[in-house]
């Protein structure tokens, strides 16, 4: 049985969980208590000693550890429905703004809530190692994000899709990070009508109520 | 016929280089003068907009602008040798440690280069858009970086490659991203004897002098 080391919460795991149900795969999930810092607990390090959600145990009994090795992982094992693309154009879209959103937008988001955050103080980065907070990346992060929004509602204008057409795992992530934006209270508005439209529209997909 | 959009002395675009060549494609090459601003340039950015390097325009005639879109069309169009991995863990390792040197390795350096260089101010991410430099992402990038040799240095204690067992995408950005750390003066060194071995084995590669 595929098991989820999953965190209701967290926007990292929410990318693994909803591939998963997309894909319908059947799997377990184990809750990892990040607001109680287990993630950096013994039990958990020795199941991932990167300390970060989500880790998927596979069939196989091995432990991937970050939503890269997952992505790759279940899109090989479980190639129906495609998640990643199938001709090499297609492909091809699909990695650029998957990379994009994780890049120019959920590193953003992370860096400006981590950096200014009283409950992540010394640990501005996920991970076993600790690194102090820097106010200015915080700053940088909220100036990068409303850069992201803008690219982001440009790039859907004529679109339904974020890439190729179709549905794909860079909808998933575009739809955890824009999520994500809350936590530095920043939501798209009137400024972002086509980001709105396709936000919508993927409400209609019961995966994303997860 | 494939044109690769290069710089010969920068590491991204090094990254395709050595891709294209592994895998024996064909192409054009055209060099991107970035001292002197070219990918700032009218002209460059009617081909990239996002004003990096590397950009690959394909037989279909689409440029594709980003190593993460590279990589996908290239592997799914010119499948032999695979360099993302065959199977599905070997492809989860693939990704997993791919993603790692990118995030763990290559940006700490560019934020350690781009945050303290004079030939970098207001340039601290590359792209159309200026940002200012801070200097304790500098210090942070340094820091990160020494702990990345260190963790890539165990990875190799018994490996002869990254990730799979196998010569893949992973050990070229590797090699891209470990010989990119001289630009803030760093090399590995006595406390790092695995990957000294692993880099002086992949010296062996043709491809590795490109």
Same mark, same amino acid.
């Given at each position: 049985?595929?098991?989820?080391?999953?965190?209701?919460?967290?926007?990292? $795991?929410?990318?693994?969980?909803?591939?998963?149900?997309?894909?319908?795969?059947? *799997?377990?999930?184990?809750?990892?208590?990040? %607001?109680?810092?287990?993630?950096?607990?013994?039990?958990? &390090?020795?199941?991932? #000693?990167?300390?970060?959600?989500?880790?998927?145990?596979?069939?196989?009994?091995?432990? =991937?550890?970050?939503?890269?090795?997952?992505?790759?992982?279940?899109?090989?094992?479980?190639?129906?429905? $495609?998640?990643?693309?199938?001709?090499?154009?297609? %492909?091809?879209?699909?990695?650029?703004?998957?990379?994009?959103?994780?890049?120019?937008?959920?590193?953003?988001?992370?860096?400006?809530? &981590?950096?200014?955050?009283?409950?992540?103080? *010394? &640990?501005?980065? $996920?991970?076993?190692?600790?690194?102090?907070?820097? $106010?200015?990346?915080?700053?940088?992060?909220?100036?990068?994000?409303?850069?992201?929004?803008?690219?982001?509602?440009? &790039?859907?204008?004529?679109?339904?899709?974020?890439?190729?057409?179709?549905?794909? +795992?860079?909808? +998933?992530?575009?739809? @955890?990070? @824009?999520?994500?934006?809350?936590?530095?209270? @920043?939501?798209?508005?009137?400024?972002?009508? *086509?980001? =709105?439209?396709?936000?919508?529209?993927?409400?209609?997909? #019961?995966?994303?109520?997860?």
């Amino acid at each position: 049985m595929i098991t989820l080391y999953d965190c209701a919460t967290a926007p990292s $795991p929410r990318r693994a969980r909803i591939l998963l149900a997309e894909k319908g795969i059947t *799997h377990e999930t184990v809750q990892v208590d990040l %607001k109680a810092g287990e993630q950096l607990g013994d039990v958990y &390090r020795k199941i991932n #000693p990167l300390c970060t959600v989500p880790a998927l145990r596979t069939n196989e009994g091995v432990t =991937l550890t970050s939503n890269a090795a997952i992505a790759a992982y279940l899109e090989a094992r479980f190639p129906q429905p $495609p998640m990643l693309g199938v001709t090499p154009l297609d %492909k091809a879209d699909i990695a650029d703004w998957h990379w994009r959103i994780e890049f120019e937008g959920f590193m953003p988001i992370a860096e400006a809530f &981590r950096n200014n955050s009283v409950a992540m103080l *010394h &640990r501005a980065l $996920p991970g076993p190692v600790n690194y102090e907070q820097i $106010p200015q990346l915080a700053e940088r992060g909220l100036a990068r994000l409303q850069q992201f929004l803008s690219d982001l509602n440009e &790039r859907l204008r004529d679109r339904d899709f974020i890439a190729a057409q179709q549905f794909s +795992i860079a909808d +998933i992530a575009a739809v @955890v990070t @824009v999520d994500f934006a809350r936590i530095v209270k @920043v939501r798209p508005d009137e400024r972002h009508p *086509h980001l =709105l439209r396709w936000r919508t529209a993927m409400g209609q997909r #019961p995966t994303m109520a997860l």
